[in-house]
């Protein structure tokens, strides 16, 4: 739709995901109102949701990122119940 910029961010093995910098950068109108949501590693999520906090200013409820699993976790050892 007009209005929509898509930007890809590619993360190669090794290198640190640069979601953080290009989520909490974002210049928001003040006459907006965001939804954030995500659904990503748990340390990956930790970092942006303290991003979107004190950069943003968001308050909790205007994002949801979801934990899906955990760096060095093997698939099924890891619930996002823990973290809560």
Request: charged fraction near 20%; glycine fraction near 10%; aromatic fraction near 8%.
């Amino acid at each position: 739709p007009a209005g929509i910029e898509i930007i890809w961010l590619v993360q190669h093995q090794g290198q640190p995901s640069q979601l953080v910098e290009a989520v909490t950068s974002i210049d928001i109108p003040t006459h907006v109102s965001p939804l954030i949501w995500g659904g990503m590693e748990c340390g990956l999520a930790k970092a942006l949701r303290r991003g979107i906090k004190q950069k943003l200013r968001l308050s909790r409820d205007r994002f949801y990122l979801i934990n899906y699993w955990r760096q060095g976790i093997p698939e099924g050892g890891f619930s996002h119940l823990d973290e809560e």
